[in-house]
T-cell receptor
């Protein structure tokens, strides 16, 4: 089945550590996104990528980094510079060139700093 | 820059009553508009989308939304609420086909028995 896979589902990090969240899609979508969700804040865009080897900052990119070396993969690294990383992280993809303008979402990764 | 405003962070309706969730958008160009639903600890599922075709858009689970350019609105409705509709709903906007998708803060829908 085609879809978006985020791993792990739950992740615990010690303060000062970097951690990488995985996002893989087999939908052949060109565009991929990372959102952060906090209670009452909705989804805020961290980074997005419209093609391989290119990505743009969203509204809250500080303390995060991404790479897009392959079409299928868009990993997100939460660095120690992110002051409040505890949140629910959602990865999504879309295929504007294929007429699928809407975003398809993974099941999310819940990150907790301990 | 485009944005969406969802009016009411919590909405309660009785089972069988009309559901109305409000969304107003801001966009400098004709927008693409979306409604998503999220159940606890899950990703988002698309309910419906508007992409400059018919202004009344029908989606899954009996939901529909009407695009009103004059009011810059894209409100979500369902004639008769079911208990299973209890969830969080997000309105989203994109300025064009290739642009980023921006979400509102969400409205949590409560269904009263």
């Amino acid at each position: 089945d085609g879809g978006i896979t985020q791993s792990p589902k739950y992740l615990f990090r010690k303060e000062g550590q970097n951690v990488t969240l995985s996002c893989e899609q087999n939908l052949n979508h060109d565009a991929m996104y990372w959102y952060r969700q906090d209670p009452g804040q909705g989804l805020r865009l961290i980074y997005y990528s419209q093609i391989v080897n290119d990505f743009q900052k969203g509204d809250i990119a500080e303390g995060y980094s991404v790479s897009r070396e392959k079409k299928e993969s868009f990993p997100l690294t939460v660095t120690s510079a992110q002051k409040n990383p505890t949140a629910f992280y959602l990865c999504a993809s879309s295929s504007p060139s294929g007429g699928r303008t809407e975003a398809f979402f993974g099941q999310g990764t819940r990150l907790t700093v301990v | 820059a485009q944005s969406v405003t969802q009016l009411g962070s919590h909405v309660s309706v009785s089972e069988g009553a009309l559901v109305l969730l409000r969304c107003n958008y801001s966009s400098s160009v004709p927008p693409y508009l979306f409604w998503y639903v999220q159940y606890p600890n899950q990703g988002l599922q698309l309910l419906l989308k508007y992409t400059s075709a018919a202004t009344l858009v029908k989606g899954i689970n009996g939901f529909e939304a009407e695009f009103k350019k004059s009011e810059t609105s894209f409100h979500l409705t369902k004639p008769s609420a079911h208990m299973s509709d209890a969830a969080e709903y997000f309105c989203a906007v994109s300025a064009n086909r290739d642009d980023k998708i921006i979400f509102g803060k969400g409205t949590r829908l409560h269904i009263l028995p």
